[in-house]
């Protein structure tokens, strides 16, 4: 069974920074294409990163050039550093495969950014 848990969020002032955490049980990340979400209240959930097994990125439009997401093969940890935040950016964040090859949801954690 796949268990995803993310952790790193916070509270924070816009222009500000924040590195998320993706820690995977039941699943080699090196091995599938995985993705960061976010869903803000009132709003549908979004992609805004991801990585394939190869190592190729790509970023929503809203988040290119402030986001970084990124992996460390030996811990099988994926992260999201985030800089530049804008009060816009404040969401729960997930992470989880790609639809529709996705698990079960964690609880995600949140990010805040006060302007």
């Known amino acids: 069974q796949v268990q995803l848990v993310e952790s790193g969020g916070g509270w924070v002032q816009a222009g500000g920074s924040l590195r998320l955490s993706c820690a995977g049980s039941?699943?080699?990340?090196?091995?599938?294409?995985m993705g960061w979400y976010r869903q803000a209240p009132g709003k549908q959930r979004e992609l805004v990163a991801r990585?394939?097994?190869?190592?190729?990125?790509n970023y929503a439009d809203s988040v290119k050039g402030r986001f970084t997401i990124s992996r460390d093969n030996a811990k099988n940890t994926m992260y999201l550093q985030m800089n530049s935040l804008k009060p816009e950016d404040t969401a729960v964040y997930y992470c989880n495969g790609l639809i529709p090859r996705t698990y079960s949801w964690g609880q995600g954690t949140q990010v805040t950014v006060s302007s």
């Open positions: 039941g699943i080699i990340f090196s091995f599938n294409a």
């Open positions: 990585i394939t097994s190869g190592g190729n990125t």
